[in-house]
Every structure is written in C-alpha cells, then in structure tokens.
C-alpha cells in the first residue's frame, strides 16, 4: 500500500481558500460535505455544498481546494470504498463541532488567547527533576470545595482561576495556588483528546476518556461551549498558558492503542488498515475491543504528527502514553526522535503493558515492554509496577507491601529506590531517566484507600495514625528515590473514592478532589510538600545518570533500610542519609558508605514533618529509628556551611557537563556517563 510522508493532511486554512487532504488509496470516490452548524440539532443547520476529491494515484491521496472563506463551516467526507459510501469527520481533524461527527474548518491562529505567542513551554532540564502530578480535569475542580466559579467547575478554564480557596473561605488555597505551593514541576492531565464517552450536547456524565474518537482536537465537555468548534481550543490553549504561566509544564495523556469504537473515522476513511487483525478478528491487546496497528506506516506517521502537533500547536511539554506495551519500539523512538527535533526535554513515558499481550499482534521483541527498555531511548520512561506493588502489595486486594510491614519483597524495593538502573538489583532500566518512580495513579484504589483496606478499615476519613504513618512511608520513599516521581493528585491530602477501585465512569461525587482534605491532612500535604523542597534541593535524588546510583550505599537488616548518598555538587549538602523503619519497635542501625562518613548528622524529616529545617542533630553513624518512620539526614558539617539553613537560591551544578540530552537514539554517540567523579566503586553490605 502507498504511504505519504507530508504532514499536511486535514484542512489548511487560508481566507481566500481551503485544502483538503485525506489519505484513502484504496477508495473508488471521495467528496467533502460542508455544513453550516456541528450537528442537525443546532439552530441554523443547514447544509451546502459538497465537492470532489481528486486522486493523485502515487500516494493515495485525495484533494481538492475550495475558494472562498470556509472560516468556522463544519465538513465531513463520504467515502466510497469496497462499494459502500460511508460519510465521516476527517481522520485530521484539528476543530469538531457538538461530539466530534463533524469537522470544523478552523483558522487556528485565531484560537490563540492573548499573550499566546509569548507563552513558553516549560521544561526541566532532566527527566528525573520532573514532580508530576496526575488529574483528571473535571476532579480538579469538580467539587465546590474548590472554590472555582461555578461556571469554571470541571472545565479547562478552571486551571485559570487565581485566588481560589477551599469552599471560597479565603483561607486554603486550592487548584491552581495551591499547585504553586505543593512544589510539583509538572501537571499531567488524563485524557483531554476528543473521547466518546461523555454527552458533550447535555454536559452529563463522568469519564476518564480513554476511549479516543478524535486525537487531534481537544475533548469538548471541558469547554464552555461544546458547539462552537473554536472555543475547546482556545479555552485549552488557556488553561496550557495558565499553568506555563505558573511555572509549571502540561503532559498530556495520550491513548494511541485503541479508538472507541471499530467503527472510527479511521475504519470509515481506510477500512481495516489502521487496526491489528488476525484473519477476521480484530486484536484485542488494548482491552477495549480493537488495537490500533502502530507498526503500519501510515498509522505510525499518524501517532508521531498527532504529538507533535500537540506539542507545537498547544505547547504541550510531555506525553504519556496509555498501554505503551501495545506500541512498537520503532514507534516510540520515532516519536522521541521527532519531538526532539521540537525539544529533547519533552517528556515521554508510558505503560510498559498491554492488557493481554498474546493479542498484541506483534512480536514481544518489538513491543514497549520493561523487557525491551534496552531498545528504547533512556528518555522514554516506564511506570515502575514491581516498586509500586512491593511498597503496597497488590493495587486492589488486602495484601500488604513494604510499608504495611512486609519484608519479603524487599529487594524490589531497594531496586525500585535506584530506578532497577542498578546492575546489581534487578536492572530493566538503563538510567533513572527510563524509570518512573510511583505508588498511586488513576488506576486502582488510591493509595488511602489501598492504606485503609489493607488494614481492614473502611472510614475514608480516619486519622488514624498508623495509616498516616504509612502513607508517609510510602511518600518518603517516593521522593528520595532515583528516576521521576509521580502522584496520584490528591495522594498528599488522603485521597479517597470511597474504595472505588476502577473509577472510571463513577460520578464526581466520587472522584472530585475534596479540597476540604487540605485542612484535614494538613500535616500530610506539608509532608509531601517538604520532601519535593527536599528532592529540589539535593540534586543527586534527581540525577539523570546512574552516577548516584552506582554511590548509594545500602545497608538493611531485612527489615530497616538505610542509604547514604554521596555528593560532590558545590553549594548542596554534601551528603544524606535516608532510613526506614517498617516495624512497630525502634530500630537501630549502623549508615555505611564508600566514602568517610560525616561526624554528625542533621535530621531535616522525621515521621512527624519533612522539610528543609533543622529538626535535630545526631552524634555518629549508628541511628536509631522511631517505629513506622522515616528519616532523611543531612551531613551536619555541610548543613552548618549552609548557615544552617539553605543557600537562599540553589546554585547551578557544578557537575561536568552530563550526556547530551540527544542520547543514543538521535544517532549521536553520548557519552554513556558524565565525567563526573565516582566516588567509589558501587557495593552493598547485607
Ligand atoms: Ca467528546
């Protein structure tokens, strides 16, 4: 089959005249329907012309220039294949009208809010010194305890609001001040694509969206007005500039496994071509009833023109990909490659799974799975599920994990804490950048949840100290670990859904962030607040090579760990110490490292608080550890030169230059580590 490399397929927009281009080599006819209005129900509907595609026979692709100012008229195409005449929105669709049936012929320049052009990405020079935080857009501001206007709730707009406080009290902030405060880099939003599952005519009902009908435009329930094929866009564009503007960078979740439905404007424009099938049967690799075919080319060049459309056109600053163990290797580094053609420091990690691979329809060596991470770029990063479950136990049952005093999965953790980067414990990574380090997403129980019922308890609005303590546990393992840590919104105030495991069409009254848990949890969100001070301030947590992974120095007696961190960064502490303590009695143990060990030690979090103060000063190098607790040390000497509190900006590092972020995968041979110094040769002591 012929393919086509340009990436102008879709409208062009231009005020005296339109193109249009589809991709359908194997279609007998091919015309474009204009139409006044998105859908038949609107007032004014009405329908105009229609116009002939032209086949230009080397690439299979169809084209017609229509004169005339098209601006804001809604199309469709009737495609004539195998003798059948289906009518469709383009494949390319950059503007929908009411539930995404037809497109929208849009002068995208016109879309932009004020100050648009001025509005930067936001980027983090690493992998590893991104803090993602995970939100659905309508559990942002969903509940009125967010204190968002009434008109904004569960909208894009939302994200723009200043000021707002927990049920408009004055006193909390919530949304986006409270982003500011809590310190995470990056916001990653689940699906805002066009999906299927919400009535964008009524505004009802609740879904995730990982049913994608159309991947180019934003979903239309999130705007103020679904009609009007312009205002989603600019009201997304608003919402991108709102967080830039607060310092923080937008990932988009991106669902290229599956469509919604077989019958998609993919199957209606080039049936079969873009899905995996075996004799008649489509694949089913994704779960969701198609998978879609990633390895063909006219599908893979869709996939790498849809992200970087976004990440031009909307300034969208990292991808996460659904069920990335359904796309192929190829794909991927495709993918990386293009979007650092844009820039090296989008972000780009995904799901190293299917939900049934023996439908995957393609090799296992091919797939984006852990196995196959040595295939990938070390920029693109897999979710680390073997970490997740050895800290809690499995996602949704009663088992328990590290932090509910399960020690038999210990080595998953200590391989988790340096990203499995480490050839000595259960390496899948080749740096921490490959690695993201996680205890809760969308998926699943949230993590209090999991907490309570792993306890056998079932207030979602306990206090109970122990569950705390845990949760607490689990953030400080979070954040003093190596590779890119990675929230459920909401874990740091006690999120629940009242047990709901699986979420995903629940109403908001189960999953609205309850703003009100920022009071409750207080201590909890200045916990997790304290360790991203913490992460931000001690670079070799965020180290994008395995230099620190390779002067870590564990030390465990089965039940506790300890680990000493090495740094050689001028105008940062010069070491830390990070030790913990799953069980109910004190425990002691003794901190080891390569290098001389400091005389004294500053405790900067305990199991009571986390941050960059003082809480108070040890002798030695045996430690004793409060049961359930954490502690992060601070080597006493570097502590002091600090003047006893921090530098009041962090320096540069001063670290040789690292790899180049055009890693091996541009083609360009990088140094596989930096010249920094090792300060020893990596060991562990049982
Ligand atoms: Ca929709």
């Not at 990405?121 to 206007?149: L, M």
């Not at 500011?180 to 879904?207: C, M, Q, R």
């Not at 994608?212 to 934003?218: E, L, R, T």
Request: hydrophobic share 30%; charged share 25%.
């Amino acid at each position: 089959m012929m393919n086509y490399n340009n990436n102008d397929l879709g409208c062009t927009y231009y005020n005296d005249r339109t193109v249009f281009k589809v991709w359908s080599p194997d279609a007998a006819n091919v015309r474009v329907q204009l139409y006044k209005t998105g859908s038949d129900s609107e007032e004014g509907a009405q329908k105009l012309e229609s116009y002939g595609l032209k086949l230009d026979p080397n690439t299979g692709v169809w084209c017609v220039t229509v004169f005339g100012d098209l601006k804001d008229l809604y199309y469709t195409y009737l495609v004539t294949v195998c003798g059948k005449t289906q009518e469709t929105q383009d494949v390319y669709s950059k503007a929908l009208g009411v539930n995404g049936r037809r497109s929208m012929v849009c002068d995208m320049k016109s879309t932009d809010p004020e100050g648009w052009n001025e509005d930067k990405h936001v980027y983090v020079k690493y992998p590893t010194d991104a803090v993602i935080w995970e939100v659905h857009v309508g559990d942002f501001s969903g509940s009125p305890s967010s204190g968002v206007s009434p008109e904004h709730r569960g909208k894009y707009l939302a994200f723009t609001e200043k000021g707002t406080t927990v049920n408009g009290e004055g006193k909390r902030p919530t949304c986006l001040d409270y982003l500011i405060k809590l310190g995470v880099t990056h916001v990653h939003l689940n699906p805002v694509y066009d999906f299927d599952s919400v009535d964008e005519a009524s505004g009802e009902g609740y879904n995730w969206g990982y049913d994608p009908a159309n991947y180019n435009v934003p979903e239309g329930s999130y705007s103020t007005n679904p009609y009007d094929g312009n205002t989603r866009i600019r009201e997304f564009k608003e919402m991108v500039k709102a967080l830039h503007d607060a310092g923080i960078g937008v990932i988009m979740d991106v669902v290229y496994n599956h469509t919604s439905s077989i019958d998609s404007c993919f199957n209606r424009t080039v049936p079969d071509y873009y899905y995996r099938k075996y004799g008649d049967r489509y694949l089913n690799s994704s779960g969701c009833g198609n998978v879609f075919a990633s390895e063909k080319p006219m599908a893979r060049n869709f996939i790498v023109n849809s992200v970087a459309y976004w990440a031009n056109e909307y300034h969208i600053d990292g991808f996460r990909f659904d069920l990335m163990g359904c796309i192929d290797t190829t794909t991927m580094n495709l993918v990386r490659l293009t979007l650092d053609e844009i820039d090296p420091r989008i972000l780009i990690y995904g799901e190293p799974w299917t939900a049934d691979l023996g439908e995957n329809g393609i090799a296992f060596d091919d797939a984006c799975v852990k196995e196959n991470a040595y295939k990938l770029s070390s920029r693109v990063a897999m979710f680390n599920d073997s970490f997740r479950n050895a800290l809690k136990g499995n996602n949704d049952d009663s088992s328990i994990g590290y932090i509910q005093g399960n020690n038999h999965n210990i080595y998953y953790v200590i391989s988790g804490i340096l990203a499995c980067s480490s050839s000595t414990f259960l390496k899948w990574a080749k740096k921490p950048t490959q690695c993201i380090t996680y205890n809760s997403a969308h998926d699943n129980l949230t993590l209090w949840d999991k907490l309570l019922k792993s306890s056998g308890m079932d207030d979602y609005d306990s206090t109970d100290e122990h569950v705390l303590a845990m949760n607490k546990l689990s953030a400080a393992l979070v954040f003093t670990s190596q590779g890119t840590p990675f929230i459920l919104a909401g874990e740091e105030m006690a999120r629940t859904k009242h047990g709901d495991h699986n979420s995903y069409k629940s109403p908001l009254s189960v999953n609205a962030i309850d703003w009100t848990r920022t009071r409750k949890y207080r201590n909890l969100v200045n916990y997790y607040r304290g360790l991203i001070e913490i992460r931000k301030l001690f670079s070799p947590l965020r180290e994008a090579t395995t230099v620190t992974v390779n002067n870590t120095y564990f030390e465990t007696d089965g039940r506790c760990i300890a680990y000493t961190v090495p740094n050689i960064t001028h105008g940062e502490w010069d070491m830390m110490a990070i030790a913990f303590n799953n069980g109910n009695e004190p425990a002691k143990i003794t901190l080891k490292s390569h290098i001389t060990l400091p005389e004294s030690w500053v405790v900067i979090a305990d199991g009571d608080r986390a941050g960059t103060e003082q809480i108070k000063h040890l002798d030695g190098n045996s430690i004793s550890i409060p049961p359930m607790t954490a502690l992060i040390l601070v080597d006493g000497h570097s502590f002091l030169k600090c003047g006893g509190t921090l530098p009041e900006k962090k320096q540069e590092p001063k670290k040789s230059e690292p790899e180049t972020l055009q890693d091996e995968m541009s083609g360009e041979k990088a140094a596989e580590e930096p010249e920094r110094e090792t300060v020893n040769e990596p060991a562990v002591s049982e």
